[in-house]
């Protein structure tokens, strides 16, 4: 399978009383259909993976699959903190039509995980998963990550196929193309700041929070690196810099909800224990988008 281009991890729209929003996800994805998008994350950090069930999460692998157009890859985030849950649930996603396994990684103990329990743990999850497999580094949420040399053994095991890096360091993605150089393997930079440095060194694309709201900059940027448009993917990345933080580091998923309903897609509400973005912010949001010509 090959992986390239951009993918939005998408969010999962809540109604007030809680309950997921399954007709503003439809407006979503049929939104996003008609754009050149690669696929769809579902169920990533964007889509608050952590507060649903494990029902609620196949039950929304399946609805994405139904909605999606059939050119859209459908990747299911599935990691979860022990190796046995992973594997079920990955499976599961596989029978509801998930087409490539997002699996993040183990957190909560952290002073344990080292580089081999990295190792096996991937492995054995390789070696069990229905479909192929992403490794996916977020250290600002978990405060671990996948190292390079991890990273390189891992590449040459069939079903693992490539990693999501959101650690937003341009070196160390850098360093995982590098690693894994001679292996069919895709990494993606999972923050948008540095989408223009990371596919000028040879990333696959990007699977970016910012691609919810302003898919066609994503694209643009890709294309005009790929176009070997430099000036253009740079004024370009220039551009969302602010945007990007603002609804990642700055205002959180509350911020990009805002930001999708301000613009034209369907954001709902966090779950709790997230709040919805507060009155204040939400006009210093707005201030944002309009300076970066998104409003």
């Known amino acids: 399978m090959k992986l390239t281009g951009i993918m939005p991890p998408l969010v999962t729209p809540f109604n007030a009383d809680g309950s997921i929003a399954y007709d503003l996800l439809r407006a979503n994805i049929l939104k996003y259909n008609s754009l050149s998008l690669s696929g769809y994350v579902v169920l990533g950090s964007s889509g608050e993976f952590v507060y649903l069930t494990e029902d609620e ?107 999501k890096d959101s650690a937003g360091n341009v070196a160390q993605i850098g360093e995982h193309i590098l690693a894994a150089r001679n292996q069919d393997f895709a990494v993606f930079t999972g ?20 691609a919810n709201i302003a898919p066609e900059v994503c694209l643009e940027i890709d294309a005009a690196v790929r176009a070997g448009d430099i000036v253009k993917a740079r004024e370009l990345q220039l551009r969302m810099i602010s945007v990007n933080l603002a609804i990642t580091a700055r205002f959180g998923v509350a911020g990009m909800k805002k930001a999708m309903n301000l613009l034209g897609y369907q954001g709902g509400v966090p779950r709790k224990p997230l709040l919805p973005l507060a009155a204040d912010k939400e006009e210093q949001l707005r201030d944002i988008l309009v300076r970066a010509n998104l409003i």
Do not use: W
Request: charged share 15%; hydrophobic share 50%.
């Open 57 to 163: 999460k196949v039950k929304v692998f399946g609805f994405v699959k139904e909605n999606a157009a059939s050119d859209k890859l459908l990747v299911a985030g599935t990691g979860c903190e022990s190796l046995v849950d992973t594997v079920r649930l990955t499976n599961r996603a596989a029978d509801a039509g998930a087409d490539v396994a997002l699996v993040i990684t183990p957190n909560f103990f952290k002073n344990a995980m080292t580089e081999e329990v990295f190792y096996h743990y991937y492995l054995e999850v390789a070696e069990q998963s229905k479909i192929p497999v992403l490794l996916y580094s977020v250290p600002v949420n978990t405060a671990v990550e996948i190292k390079p040399a991890v990273v390189a053994r891992l590449a040459a095991h069939p079903n693992i196929i490539g990693m």
């Open 191 to 210: 923050s948008a700041n540095v989408l223009f440095p990371a596919l000028a060194l040879g990333a696959a694309g990007g699977i970016l929070a910012l």
